[in-house]
Protein backbone atom coordinates (compact mmCIF):
# COMPACT_ATOMS: atom_id res chain seq x y z
CA UNK A 1 0.00 0.00 0.00
CA UNK A 2 1.39 3.22 -1.24
CA UNK A 3 -0.50 6.50 -1.21
CA UNK A 4 -3.38 4.89 0.01
CA UNK A 5 -3.72 2.98 -3.29
CA UNK A 6 -2.63 -0.98 -3.49
CA UNK A 7 0.29 -1.62 -5.47
CA UNK A 8 1.09 -4.76 -6.95
CA UNK A 9 4.74 -5.70 -5.18
CA UNK A 10 6.28 -3.48 -2.33
CA UNK A 11 8.51 -0.81 -3.89
CA UNK A 12 12.46 -0.99 -2.90
CA UNK A 13 14.03 0.66 0.00
CA UNK A 14 15.43 3.39 -2.11
CA UNK A 15 12.78 4.01 -4.55
CA UNK A 16 10.02 6.54 -3.40
CA UNK A 17 6.58 5.61 -4.91
CA UNK A 18 4.77 8.17 -6.88
CA UNK A 19 1.63 7.31 -8.67
CA UNK A 20 1.24 10.43 -9.87
CA UNK A 21 4.47 10.83 -11.81
CA UNK A 22 5.25 7.07 -13.20
CA UNK A 23 8.88 6.49 -14.11
CA UNK A 24 9.37 4.82 -17.66
CA UNK A 25 11.17 3.36 -20.13
CA UNK A 26 10.22 6.54 -23.28
CA UNK A 27 12.88 4.57 -25.56
CA UNK A 28 11.06 1.27 -25.28
CA UNK A 29 7.96 2.95 -25.41
CA UNK A 30 8.46 4.94 -28.53
CA UNK A 31 9.78 1.91 -30.53
CA UNK A 32 6.98 -0.40 -29.55
CA UNK A 33 4.82 2.57 -31.26
CA UNK A 34 7.08 2.62 -34.49
CA UNK A 35 7.41 -1.31 -34.53
CA UNK A 36 3.42 -1.23 -33.78
CA UNK A 37 3.11 0.97 -36.98
CA UNK A 38 5.08 -1.04 -39.31
CA UNK A 39 2.92 -4.16 -38.24
CA UNK A 40 0.17 -2.24 -39.25
CA UNK A 41 1.09 -0.95 -42.67
CA UNK A 42 2.51 -4.89 -43.44
CA UNK A 43 -1.55 -5.66 -43.59
CA UNK A 44 -2.13 -3.31 -45.63
CA UNK A 45 0.14 -4.42 -47.99
CA UNK A 46 -1.21 -7.42 -48.00
CA UNK A 47 -4.84 -6.82 -48.51
CA UNK A 48 -3.70 -4.41 -51.30
CA UNK A 49 -1.81 -7.38 -52.66
CA UNK A 50 -5.69 -9.40 -53.17
CA UNK A 51 -6.69 -6.46 -55.14
CA UNK A 52 -3.88 -6.18 -57.56
CA UNK A 53 -3.92 -10.31 -58.09
CA UNK A 54 -0.42 -11.59 -59.01
CA UNK A 55 0.60 -14.77 -60.14
CA UNK A 56 -1.75 -18.03 -58.83
CA UNK A 57 0.97 -19.38 -56.99
CA UNK A 58 2.00 -16.03 -55.29
CA UNK A 59 -1.76 -15.92 -54.82
CA UNK A 60 -1.87 -18.84 -52.89
CA UNK A 61 1.12 -17.70 -50.64
CA UNK A 62 -0.72 -14.80 -49.52
CA UNK A 63 -3.82 -16.80 -48.69
CA UNK A 64 -1.75 -18.66 -46.29
CA UNK A 65 0.58 -15.04 -44.85
CA UNK A 66 -2.91 -13.63 -44.23
CA UNK A 67 -4.37 -15.51 -41.26
CA UNK A 68 -0.70 -15.10 -39.08
CA UNK A 69 -0.48 -11.71 -40.17
CA UNK A 70 -3.66 -10.45 -39.27
CA UNK A 71 -2.80 -12.80 -35.72
CA UNK A 72 0.27 -10.52 -35.12
CA UNK A 73 -0.85 -7.12 -36.05
CA UNK A 74 -4.40 -7.64 -33.76
CA UNK A 75 -1.21 -8.87 -31.22
CA UNK A 76 0.43 -5.63 -31.71
CA UNK A 77 -2.73 -3.43 -31.14
CA UNK A 78 -2.91 -5.20 -28.03
CA UNK A 79 0.30 -4.60 -26.43
CA UNK A 80 -0.36 -0.44 -28.24
CA UNK A 81 -3.25 -0.10 -25.81
CA UNK A 82 -1.33 -2.00 -22.91
CA UNK A 83 1.54 0.52 -23.20
CA UNK A 84 -0.77 3.33 -24.00
CA UNK A 85 -2.97 2.88 -21.67
CA UNK A 86 -2.45 0.92 -18.55
CA UNK A 87 1.40 2.33 -18.46
CA UNK A 88 2.96 -1.59 -18.62
CA UNK A 89 5.97 -0.55 -19.08
CA UNK A 90 6.82 0.60 -15.38
CA UNK A 91 7.97 -0.81 -12.35
CA UNK A 92 5.82 -3.12 -10.66
CA UNK A 93 5.64 -1.40 -7.41
CA UNK A 94 4.33 1.87 -9.37
CA UNK A 95 1.33 0.30 -10.76
CA UNK A 96 -1.87 -0.91 -8.65
CA UNK A 97 -3.38 -4.09 -8.76
CA UNK A 98 -6.13 -3.45 -10.71
CA UNK A 99 -4.03 -1.68 -13.81
CA UNK A 100 -1.49 -4.54 -13.21
CA UNK A 101 -4.26 -6.80 -13.71
CA UNK A 102 -5.60 -5.42 -16.73
CA UNK A 103 -2.17 -4.66 -18.27
CA UNK A 104 -1.03 -8.28 -17.34
CA UNK A 105 -4.52 -9.70 -19.27
CA UNK A 106 -3.70 -7.96 -22.87
CA UNK A 107 -0.21 -8.63 -22.77
CA UNK A 108 -1.15 -12.62 -22.10
CA UNK A 109 -3.59 -12.56 -24.33
CA UNK A 110 -0.91 -10.75 -27.21
CA UNK A 111 1.73 -13.35 -26.51
CA UNK A 112 -1.05 -15.91 -27.57
CA UNK A 113 -1.16 -14.19 -30.75
CA UNK A 114 2.23 -13.65 -31.22
CA UNK A 115 2.84 -17.46 -30.85
CA UNK A 116 0.21 -19.08 -33.20
CA UNK A 117 1.44 -16.23 -35.63
CA UNK A 118 4.90 -16.71 -35.57
CA UNK A 119 4.36 -20.10 -36.17
CA UNK A 120 2.27 -20.12 -38.62
CA UNK A 121 4.13 -17.70 -40.73
CA UNK A 122 6.92 -19.81 -40.05
CA UNK A 123 5.34 -22.55 -40.90
CA UNK A 124 4.72 -20.75 -45.16
CA UNK A 125 8.25 -20.02 -44.97
CA UNK A 126 8.81 -23.77 -44.56
CA UNK A 127 6.03 -24.76 -46.89
CA UNK A 128 7.65 -22.32 -49.52
CA UNK A 129 10.87 -23.34 -49.54
CA UNK A 130 10.10 -27.00 -49.60
CA UNK A 131 8.18 -27.10 -52.65
CA UNK A 132 11.14 -24.99 -54.44
CA UNK A 133 13.64 -27.62 -53.30
CA UNK A 134 11.57 -31.04 -54.83
CA UNK A 135 14.55 -32.60 -56.82
CA UNK A 136 16.79 -32.33 -53.55
CA UNK A 137 14.89 -34.87 -50.94
CA UNK A 138 17.39 -34.47 -48.40
CA UNK A 139 16.87 -30.18 -48.19
CA UNK A 140 13.12 -30.94 -48.34
CA UNK A 141 13.30 -33.66 -45.26
CA UNK A 142 15.41 -30.92 -43.28
CA UNK A 143 12.72 -28.16 -43.80
CA UNK A 144 9.68 -30.14 -43.00
CA UNK A 145 11.97 -30.91 -40.08
CA UNK A 146 11.68 -27.53 -39.34
CA UNK A 147 8.76 -26.91 -40.07
CA UNK A 148 7.68 -29.56 -37.32
CA UNK A 149 9.89 -28.08 -35.16
CA UNK A 150 8.24 -25.17 -34.92
CA UNK A 151 4.95 -26.43 -34.68
CA UNK A 152 5.66 -28.57 -32.31
CA UNK A 153 7.61 -25.90 -29.85
CA UNK A 154 4.99 -23.14 -29.94
CA UNK A 155 2.08 -25.79 -29.96
CA UNK A 156 3.88 -26.91 -26.22
CA UNK A 157 4.33 -23.20 -25.27
CA UNK A 158 1.24 -22.23 -26.53
CA UNK A 159 -1.21 -24.98 -24.10
CA UNK A 160 1.64 -23.90 -21.61
CA UNK A 161 1.16 -20.32 -20.82
CA UNK A 162 -3.11 -21.07 -21.19
CA UNK A 163 -3.27 -23.62 -18.52
CA UNK A 164 -0.12 -23.07 -16.81
CA UNK A 165 -2.32 -21.75 -13.57
CA UNK A 166 -4.87 -23.77 -11.60
CA UNK A 167 -7.69 -22.21 -11.37
CA UNK A 168 -6.83 -21.56 -15.54
CA UNK A 169 -7.72 -17.35 -15.04
CA UNK A 170 -5.09 -17.11 -12.74
CA UNK A 171 -2.77 -16.65 -15.58
CA UNK A 172 -3.80 -13.22 -16.14
CA UNK A 173 -5.50 -11.99 -13.53
CA UNK A 174 -3.17 -10.96 -10.81
CA UNK A 175 -5.68 -10.76 -8.25
CA UNK A 176 -5.95 -14.53 -7.56
CA UNK A 177 -2.50 -15.43 -7.67
CA UNK A 178 -2.05 -15.58 -4.45
CA UNK A 179 -4.20 -19.01 -4.23
CA UNK A 180 -3.06 -20.01 -7.24
CA UNK A 181 -0.85 -23.01 -8.14
CA UNK A 182 1.19 -22.30 -11.05
CA UNK A 183 4.32 -23.64 -12.84
CA UNK A 184 7.11 -21.74 -14.38
CA UNK A 185 6.17 -20.20 -17.59
CA UNK A 186 9.63 -19.04 -18.36
CA UNK A 187 10.97 -22.26 -19.88
CA UNK A 188 8.41 -22.28 -22.24
CA UNK A 189 8.87 -18.80 -23.24
CA UNK A 190 12.89 -19.82 -23.96
CA UNK A 191 11.73 -22.79 -25.91
CA UNK A 192 9.21 -21.14 -28.12
CA UNK A 193 12.01 -18.14 -29.20
CA UNK A 194 14.97 -20.94 -29.24
CA UNK A 195 12.77 -23.16 -31.70
CA UNK A 196 12.03 -19.81 -33.38
CA UNK A 197 15.84 -18.75 -33.95
CA UNK A 198 17.19 -22.33 -34.79
CA UNK A 199 14.69 -22.74 -37.05
CA UNK A 200 15.52 -19.40 -39.34
CA UNK A 201 18.98 -20.39 -39.11
CA UNK A 202 18.21 -23.86 -40.48
CA UNK A 203 16.32 -22.70 -43.61
CA UNK A 204 18.68 -20.03 -44.36
CA UNK A 205 21.62 -22.26 -44.01
CA UNK A 206 19.23 -24.69 -46.24
CA UNK A 207 18.84 -22.27 -49.21
CA UNK A 208 22.00 -20.53 -49.18
CA UNK A 209 23.77 -23.97 -49.59
CA UNK A 210 21.65 -24.59 -52.78
CA UNK A 211 22.24 -20.71 -53.90
CA UNK A 212 26.06 -21.58 -54.21
CA UNK A 213 25.63 -24.68 -56.35
CA UNK A 214 27.82 -24.44 -59.59
CA UNK A 215 24.70 -24.99 -61.50
CA UNK A 216 23.75 -21.32 -61.40
CA UNK A 217 25.21 -18.59 -62.89
CA UNK A 218 27.07 -16.03 -60.87
CA UNK A 219 23.77 -13.55 -61.70
CA UNK A 220 21.66 -15.96 -60.57
CA UNK A 221 23.73 -16.39 -57.48
CA UNK A 222 23.72 -12.77 -56.95
CA UNK A 223 20.00 -12.68 -56.50
CA UNK A 224 19.09 -15.59 -55.17
CA UNK A 225 22.14 -14.51 -51.92
CA UNK A 226 20.04 -10.98 -51.92
CA UNK A 227 17.00 -12.83 -51.16
CA UNK A 228 17.91 -15.45 -49.43
CA UNK A 229 20.61 -13.50 -46.93
CA UNK A 230 18.14 -11.16 -45.84
CA UNK A 231 16.57 -13.90 -43.18
CA UNK A 232 20.06 -14.05 -41.54
CA UNK A 233 18.12 -10.80 -39.62
CA UNK A 234 14.93 -13.25 -38.43
CA UNK A 235 16.84 -14.49 -35.55
CA UNK A 236 18.44 -11.58 -34.49
CA UNK A 237 15.18 -10.54 -32.26
CA UNK A 238 14.61 -14.41 -31.18
CA UNK A 239 18.13 -14.24 -29.59
CA UNK A 240 17.78 -11.23 -28.01
CA UNK A 241 14.63 -12.21 -26.51
CA UNK A 242 16.28 -15.08 -25.31
CA UNK A 243 18.88 -13.43 -23.75
CA UNK A 244 15.88 -10.90 -21.69
CA UNK A 245 14.42 -13.91 -21.03
CA UNK A 246 17.53 -15.48 -19.16
CA UNK A 247 18.46 -12.38 -17.57
CA UNK A 248 15.52 -11.17 -16.23
CA UNK A 249 14.28 -14.58 -14.94
CA UNK A 250 15.13 -14.17 -10.90
CA UNK A 251 13.69 -10.65 -11.28
CA UNK A 252 10.31 -9.62 -10.13
CA UNK A 253 10.08 -6.65 -11.33
CA UNK A 254 8.60 -8.31 -14.43
CA UNK A 255 6.49 -5.32 -16.04
CA UNK A 256 9.59 -3.03 -16.41
CA UNK A 257 12.06 -5.41 -17.66
CA UNK A 258 10.48 -7.58 -19.58
CA UNK A 259 9.31 -4.80 -22.14
CA UNK A 260 12.18 -5.18 -24.09
CA UNK A 261 11.59 -8.79 -24.48
CA UNK A 262 7.54 -7.88 -25.85
CA UNK A 263 10.02 -5.42 -28.44
CA UNK A 264 12.02 -7.82 -29.60
CA UNK A 265 8.77 -10.81 -29.80
CA UNK A 266 6.82 -7.71 -31.90
CA UNK A 267 10.11 -7.20 -34.36
CA UNK A 268 10.64 -10.96 -34.56
CA UNK A 269 7.01 -11.57 -35.70
CA UNK A 270 6.86 -8.05 -38.51
CA UNK A 271 10.87 -9.85 -39.80
CA UNK A 272 8.98 -13.03 -40.34
CA UNK A 273 5.98 -11.44 -41.96
CA UNK A 274 7.83 -9.31 -44.24
CA UNK A 275 10.50 -11.99 -45.52
CA UNK A 276 7.28 -13.91 -46.17
CA UNK A 277 6.51 -11.00 -48.45
CA UNK A 278 10.04 -10.49 -50.66
CA UNK A 279 8.26 -12.57 -53.59
CA UNK A 280 6.24 -10.57 -53.85
CA UNK A 281 7.68 -6.70 -53.73
CA UNK A 282 9.98 -8.35 -56.57
CA UNK A 283 7.00 -9.13 -58.51
CA UNK A 284 5.79 -6.03 -58.00
CA UNK A 285 8.69 -4.26 -58.89
CA UNK A 286 8.98 -6.28 -62.09
CA UNK A 287 5.14 -5.63 -62.93
CA UNK A 288 5.81 -2.12 -63.12
CA UNK A 289 8.85 -2.28 -64.48
CA UNK A 290 7.41 -4.04 -67.86
CA UNK A 291 4.12 -1.84 -67.83
CA UNK A 292 6.98 1.02 -68.31
CA UNK A 293 8.92 -0.39 -70.93
CA UNK A 294 5.50 -1.39 -72.87
CA UNK A 295 4.23 2.30 -72.34
CA UNK A 296 7.98 3.53 -73.57
CA UNK A 297 7.76 1.47 -76.43
CA UNK A 298 4.21 2.43 -77.66
CA UNK A 299 5.12 5.38 -77.71
CA UNK A 300 7.99 5.26 -79.77
CA UNK A 301 5.90 3.27 -82.45
CA UNK A 302 3.44 6.21 -81.80
CA UNK A 303 6.15 8.85 -82.35
CA UNK A 304 7.90 6.65 -85.05
CA UNK A 305 4.73 7.58 -87.21
CA UNK A 306 3.57 11.10 -88.45
CA UNK A 307 0.65 11.34 -90.66
CA UNK A 308 0.78 12.48 -94.83
CA UNK A 309 -1.23 13.76 -97.57
CA UNK A 310 -3.78 11.03 -99.07
CA UNK A 311 -4.71 9.53 -95.46
CA UNK A 312 -0.97 7.74 -95.89
CA UNK A 313 1.54 7.50 -93.57
CA UNK A 314 5.23 7.49 -93.29
CA UNK A 315 7.80 6.16 -90.90
CA UNK A 316 10.67 8.68 -89.86
CA UNK A 317 13.75 7.29 -89.38
CA UNK A 318 14.61 6.12 -86.09
CA UNK A 319 17.50 8.88 -85.67
CA UNK A 320 16.18 12.06 -86.00
CA UNK A 321 19.63 12.98 -87.66
CA UNK A 322 20.49 10.91 -89.72
CA UNK A 323 21.88 12.27 -92.98
CA UNK A 324 19.53 11.21 -95.48
CA UNK A 325 16.67 13.43 -93.62
CA UNK A 326 12.88 12.63 -93.74
CA UNK A 327 11.95 10.14 -96.07
CA UNK A 328 10.06 11.17 -98.63
CA UNK A 329 6.08 10.10 -99.48
CA UNK A 330 4.76 9.76 -102.95
Same mark, same amino acid.
Given at each position: ?????????????????????????????????????????????????????????????????????????????????????????????????????? *??? /???????? +????? #?? $? %? =?? @????????????????????????????????????????????????????????????????????????????????????????????????? *??? /???????? +????? #?? $? %? =?? @???????????????????????????????????????????????????????????????????????????????????????
Amino acid at each position: MANGTKGLMAPSESHDVNFYNLQKNAIIIYMIYCVCAVGLLVLFFILALFLRGGSRERRSQNYMILPPCILTTVAQLIIFIAVLFFDHNVHAWEKSLDTATR *ATT /LVFTANIF +LISGT #AL $A %R =LV @ICITYSSLLTPFKWARYVIRFTGGLVVTASTAAWFALLFACKPIDAAWDLRLSGEAQCIDRYPFHILQAGSGAVADVIVMAVMLYHCLSPRHSWKDK *AVL /LTHFSSGL +LLPIP #AV $A %R =LA @ILATAREDPDTTFVLAPAILCFIIEANLVIMYNLIPDFKEQMDSEDSGINAEHNADNNIASRVPCPGEKQCHVASSLGSPGGPMEVD
